[in-house]
């Protein structure tokens, strides 16, 4: 069965700071790995994946993530926040067709982002 | 196409009462997923359709929890008798499937649920 970790269920940052947030997964088969933001009272948004090939990936609002195999990690980076990226952020797995392409989400990590 | 639409958006219940959304895919989309979020937990997966076959249950989806998806267009979630622990978001996302790769699922804006 496949499970999802988020290291942080808050990372409370400054304007412009860098800011990581951590996700390791487990699965005893290869994965497909997501990460989504979910704003208040809203549904989720996919922010970027990652299918194969490249193991960094870059996807929209100036987030990228990597994806390392060998510890099982998935974490996601943005190298200067602002105040509108505070809001909810899941990182999820799916194994594709052996399950359906059905998700496994996180808890989920709480960022807000301090003027 | 203006995404995922799930109606109603907020429902109040007493306890003991019948329930059901609706939710509206995308409409090239076959693939229908319901999930169910709870207060500061991550989406929980449910059910899933492939057209108008439902593929998968969760062992959350208890006897009264009951999903449709006729003519694999719109689906419904139906909760019979609903208790105070069904209170929740219930998400809705569909996807194109394409083999081999993965795709992306679409979301809804989720109906919540809040049974007095």
């Known amino acids: 069965a496949q499970s999802v970790t988020q290291l942080d269920s808050q990372v409370p940052v400054f304007e412009e700071a860098p800011v990581e947030l951590r996700c390791n997964y487990s699965?005893?088969?290869?994965?497909?790995l997501f990460w989504y933001v979910q704003y208040p009272n809203q549904g989720l948004q996919l922010l970027l994946k990652y299918l194969s090939g490249s193991t960094l990936v870059k996807g929209i609002n100036g987030f990228e993530a990597e994806f390392n195999k060998s510890q099982t990690s998935f974490h996601l980076r943005k190298p200067s926040v602002h105040i509108s990226d505070t809001a909810e952020y899941f990182c999820?797995?799916?194994?594709?067709?052996?399950?359906?392409?059905?998700?496994?989400f996180g808890e989920g990590t709480q960022l807000t982002v301090n003027p | 196409d203006t995404g995922v639409s799930q109606d109603p958006r907020h429902k109040i219940t007493k306890r003991g009462q019948n329930v059901t959304f609706r939710c509206d895919p995308i409409?090239?989309?076959?693939?229908l997923y319901w999930y169910r979020q709870t207060l500061g937990q991550g989406p929980e997966f449910l059910t899933y359709?492939?057209?108008?076959?439902?593929?998968?249950k969760s062992r959350l989806l208890s006897d009264r929890f009951s999903a449709e998806r006729p003519k694999g267009s719109f689906s419904t979630l139906e909760i019979q008798r609903t208790e105070q622990g069904d209170s929740a978001m219930y998400l809705c996302?569909?996807?194109?499937?394409?083999?081999?790769?993965?795709?992306?699922?679409?979301f809804g804006q989720g109906t919540r649920l809040t049974v007095v």
């Open positions: 699965s005893s088969v290869s994965v497909y």
């Open positions: 999820a797995v799916s194994e594709g067709e052996t399950s359906g392409s059905r998700l496994t």
């Open positions: 409409s090239e989309h076959n693939r």
């Open positions: 996302a569909s996807s194109a499937r394409v083999v081999p790769t993965n795709t992306e699922a679409f």
């Open positions: 359709f492939q057209n108008e076959a439902q593929l998968e």
